[in-house]
């Protein structure tokens, strides 16, 4: 009798094999069959491309078969990897948390441009989920104090987990609504990509939208809701010349500008994201 793999009840399948069976089998993007396989086995691009009749052992191979299935099912490939890179460095995601997202790194760059260099200046990132945005300043600019907050708890456990993953020592994680319970003059500024998208907007039943948190997506039915009540709480935390600069959607920034200028705001700017529409809006409280 022969002793082939065949007597377990999964039989082993080559990386060729796996490849074939996500992309003809599954009609997964090769990019994310590719990237489930090196998850799944540990492998390199490198080694997955010149090893092709390598074999996946029968646990690796039901692994990876589930993952396939939860991608074509549409599950977001970050949610399935746990991971996705943000500004170069590594942060864990779990369905708690909005997916970061490449035009995020325009709210970094637009804060690091602005972020005072004498002293030690406290900020703020609203709305922290993964923790991206607060841990990415922190680790860029040493000397400055960030507290990160969120409403979600199960948000600020994944902000903890990335931010000692990352070691990052000049970082708070704290559960909050808001601005709410800070006051007093003192932050040099405020940053945050709150939900800006309305309850009632069709993009929430389609792609990666479907999985990720609600509430980091949509305030409700106005959409601007969260811009608004942020843009109102701001003044009364920001130190004379403090900034509070906020992602939006790519449609809303002459509303967030005018909003920004009608509670006070000065030096209004917007940015463009990389295809080309005014995604960041930020202001100065006088002074
Ligand atoms: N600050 C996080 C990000 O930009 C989460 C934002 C959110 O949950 N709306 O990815």
Same mark, same amino acid.
């Given at each position: 009798?022969?002793?082939?793999?065949?007597?377990?009840?999964?039989?082993?399948?080559?990386? $060729?094999?796996?490849?074939?069976?996500?992309?003809?089998?599954?009609?997964?993007?090769?990019?994310?069959?590719?990237?489930?396989?090196?998850? @799944?086995?540990?492998?390199?691009?490198?080694?997955? &491309?010149?090893?092709?009749?390598?074999?996946?052992?029968?646990?690796?191979?039901? /692994?990876?078969?589930?993952?396939?299935?939860? /991608?074509?099912?549409?599950?977001?490939?970050?949610?399935?990897?746990?991971?996705?890179?943000?500004?170069?460095?590594?942060?864990?995601?779990?369905?708690?948390?909005?997916?970061? !997202?490449?035009?995020?790194?325009?709210? @970094?760059?637009?804060?690091?441009?602005?972020?005072?260099?004498?002293?030690?200046?406290?900020? @703020?990132?609203?709305?922290?989920?993964?923790?991206?945005?607060?841990?990415?300043?922190?680790?860029?600019?040493?000397?400055?104090? @960030?507290?990160?907050?969120?409403?979600?708890?199960?948000?600020?456990? &994944?902000? !903890?987990? $990335?931010?000692?993953?990352?070691?990052?020592?000049?970082?708070?994680?704290?559960?909050?609504?808001?601005?709410?319970?800070?006051?007093?003059?003192?932050?040099?500024?405020?940053?945050?990509?709150?939900?800006?998208?309305?309850?009632?907007?069709?993009?929430?039943?389609?792609?990666?939208?479907?999985?990720?948190?609600?509430?980091?997506?949509?305030?409700?039915?106005?959409?601007?809701?969260?811009?608004?009540?942020?843009?109102?709480?701001?003044?009364?935390?920001?130190?004379?010349?403090?900034?509070?600069?906020?992602?939006?959607?790519?449609?809303?920034?002459?509303? &967030? /500008?005018?909003?920004?200028?009608?509670?006070?705001?000065?030096?209004?700017?917007?940015?463009?994201?990389?295809?080309?529409?005014?995604?960041?809006?930020?202001?100065?409280?006088?002074?």
């Amino acid at each position: 009798m022969s002793k082939s793999p065949a007597s377990s009840p999964v039989p082993a399948l080559t990386f $060729n094999d796996a490849l074939t069976f996500a992309s003809r089998g599954h009609s997964l993007a090769a990019v994310d069959a590719r990237l489930l396989l090196r998850h @799944v086995t540990g492998a390199t691009l490198a080694q997955i &491309v010149s090893h092709p009749g390598r074999q996946l052992g029968p646990v690796d191979r039901m /692994r990876f078969e589930s993952l396939v299935a939860r /991608r074509a099912a549409g599950e977001p490939i970050a949610y399935l990897l746990g991971e996705r890179e943000f500004y170069s460095r590594p942060f864990s995601v779990t369905p708690a948390v909005l997916i970061p !997202r490449p035009e995020t790194e325009g709210l @970094v760059e637009a804060a690091l441009a602005r972020l005072p260099v004498e002293g030690h200046p406290e900020v @703020v990132d609203l709305g922290t989920g993964s923790g991206c945005v607060g841990i990415t300043l922190a680790l860029e600019r040493p000397h400055a104090r @960030v507290l990160a907050i969120d409403a979600s708890a199960d948000a600020i456990a &994944v902000a !903890r987990r $990335n931010a000692a993953a990352l070691e990052c020592g000049n970082i708070d994680c704290v559960i909050g609504d808001w601005l709410q319970g800070i006051d007093g003059h003192r932050l040099s500024m405020i940053v945050g990509n709150p939900p800006y998208i309305a309850a009632s907007d069709a993009h929430l039943g389609e792609g990666d939208l479907r999985f990720e948190p609600r509430s980091a997506l949509t305030p409700g039915e106005d959409a601007l809701g969260a811009v608004q009540e942020i843009i109102r709480q701001a003044p009364a935390t920001l130190t004379d010349g403090g900034w509070l600069i906020l992602e939006h959607g790519h449609d809303q920034a002459p509303i &967030v /500008r005018k909003l920004l200028a009608r509670e006070g705001f000065v030096d209004v700017f917007s940015d463009r994201d990389l295809a080309g529409h005014e995604r960041i809006t930020g202001g100065r409280r006088p002074g």
